[in-house]
DNA sequence: ACGATCTGTACCAGATGCGAC
DNA sequence: AGTCGCATCTGGTACAGATCG
């Protein structure tokens, strides 16, 4: 008796007998099959109406296997990329009558991984959907058995699952491109960790355009994409001294350029004076940095929505072209200049 | 044949035959209840294992009519806090063995807003969490009739929902406080949209902080968190010209902040040695943005866990007192400092 | 006779193949 | 042939009854 009185839903059977019809014609009704006179259809839907009756899921899902159901994976904190592609993500499906869900996770251990694809799994998702920066984490849903499409953001386009991308290889080409076309030969880069594959096409960009231009790499300097570790590498390259053996850095990504300038304006370097520096997202902050940043635009909202189009394409069977990566867009403000004048033979 | 071959996955009864045993026992281990001889447990755990059986949730859902899944509402834009908030939540419930389903909104129109609601309804969601920060969002999901308990991140405390939040009011006045001690008398707020209710309740902070030292409060300005408004704002303040009417400001968020510091310092003023600059939230850049920002600091993580903790409570039927708010903490870092010499007459 | 242990059967709310009009 | 209904199935849980020491 304490729950009795619990709102008893109409169920199929219900809507069956007020319209006067067997609970298979009100399926037929439901899932649009063919076969049902009109009058028929009428009756059923108005006694739909009048019940307000909503076909159970659960019931649903356990008889067709299905679950209209899209579960997702996220790796990582809360950055603005992968945040914006999550939040249109699933805008797009919702629009295509999807549900999410969703299972994130701050780190991405193999173990923790492999328990939420199960999760997933478990819950007759009808694909997957993973958005990771760790290289790693798609090595460790390789080896699981799936049984369901797998959709990931893939900037190297080697994990052997259907995939969607920027394009950070020409990204990253395009923004030492900017630096070199102001006349830098002297340009490091910042990168991202090496287990994240986007930090690694955008050495890979940043290495190959120096080379095509006849311009020397210098070792790289790989941060965490934390402001913090960009400062740390801005203090030590401040620490060589008055005179640079650089003029402009290509940083992975807009935190780690702002952390860096802040270490070397903090030690009396002005940027784009003495040196330039160029990022890569172009996060919201970044117009009002000091100095405002240039910096290489990605559109996380366009693939957010490309994920989803890639998902219905593959579910819908189809030999999917698949969705060609987008190229970031280059943003100049003010952190980008030509070099100093050439510097003259460093004395002692 | 074409997707006959579709892994077919373990049932109850194929665990119950291989352990011998009827279906219904092994109902009876999966679910922990009492009567079953431990030699019996121990066998049917171990046809479990070999059989990598996992129960179905669709049948489980069918007929308990609970689906162990709670519906997530989350509006606005991939702004830091409440994507923290999201993934450190997402991970409590996965912890607590709850799956959730996701449905975020870039804008909180109602009518989005209550189809939304429906869509997790229908997945028989358990309990739905709404992270939004505009008070219409919560007016819109009143109306609903909703048959799950909702919790919502709600600082206002008056929505009549069960809900978690951080102390803006005592945040807000805190920081006023800061700027009062260091010996600011004019302290201007630029205020969050006025459909925010965290923005409401800081307004109201700064207002009663300054009342309570016999700080006369100038007319807020409302910006809308972007960085971009703090920047126009900062502009028109500037336009002032030399002498400002007031000697600190206290923003509502960092990303105005950053936006608000930017335009002064274009204008020829130095934070903090013309004006003190304070924000709100400390999002992982402020430490680094030129000066360090100081500001307020708020616990999304802990709110997330929080959000799951009551929610838990709720579902559990106890009468929750509820998790007290947290105050956020002051973080000092470079952008605060005792206010100019007391200004001269201003000349003409 | 009786409590612990286990089994049989009904049931949840739909989908679907086949047969009947 | 076009409409519609009956029976059966999905994979679990719940409750009553059977078995055994």
Excluded: C
């Amino acid at each position: 008796m304490t729950d009795d009185y619990k709102a008893r839903v109409a169920t199929i059977f219900d809507v069956a007998r007020l319209a006067g019809v067997s609970h298979q014609t009100v399926s037929r009704v439901l899932n649009d099959l063919p076969n049902v006179r009109p009058a028929t259809r009428q009756r059923v839907e108005k006694a739909i109406a009048a019940l307000n009756y909503r076909p159970s899921p659960a019931a649903r899902a356990l008889v067709t296997r299905r679950s209209r159901t899209i579960g997702l994976i996220t790796t990582g904190g809360p950055d603005y990329g992968p945040s914006s592609a999550v939040l249109h993500f699933n805008e797009a499906a919702r629009n295509a009558r999807y549900a999410v869900s969703m299972a994130s996770m701050l780190k991405s251990e193999p173990d923790s991984l492999r328990s939420a694809v199960e999760l997933l799994l478990r819950q007759n998702v009808e694909a997957i959907v993973l958005i990771a920066a760790h290289r790693g984490a798609l090595d460790a849903v390789q080896g699981i058995e799936l049984g369901v499409p797998l959709v990931a953001v893939d900037s190297s386009g080697r994990s052997g699952f259907h995939s969607v991308a920027i394009d950070q290889y020409r990204g990253a080409r395009a923004a030492v491109a900017h630096l070199a076309g102001l006349g830098h030969t002297r340009i490091r880069h910042l990168a991202g960790p090496a287990d994240s594959m986007d930090a690694l096409e955008r050495v890979r960009g940043w290495r190959d355009e120096l080379a095509a231009r006849g311009l020397v790499a210098l070792e790289p300097m790989v941060g965490d994409w934390s402001p913090a570790s960009g400062f740390g590498f801005g203090t030590a390259l401040a620490q060589q001294g008055a005179s640079l053996d650089f003029t402009a850095v290509f940083a992975g990504n807009d935190q780690m350029a702002l952390g860096l300038v802040h270490a070397l304006t903090g030690h009396g370097f002005t940027v784009p004076r003495d040196v330039s520096v160029i990022g890569f997202d172009d996060i919201p902050e970044s117009a009002y940095f000091a100095p405002p940043l240039t910096t290489m635009r990605q559109d996380f909202d366009s693939l957010g929505r490309d994920i989803l189009f890639t998902l219905l394409a593959v579910l819908a069977d189809e030999d999917s072209p698949g969705v060609p990566p987008m190229v970031p867009e280059l943003v100049i403000r003010s952190s980008t200049a030509p070099p100093p004048r050439p510097s003259l033979p460093t004395g002692g």
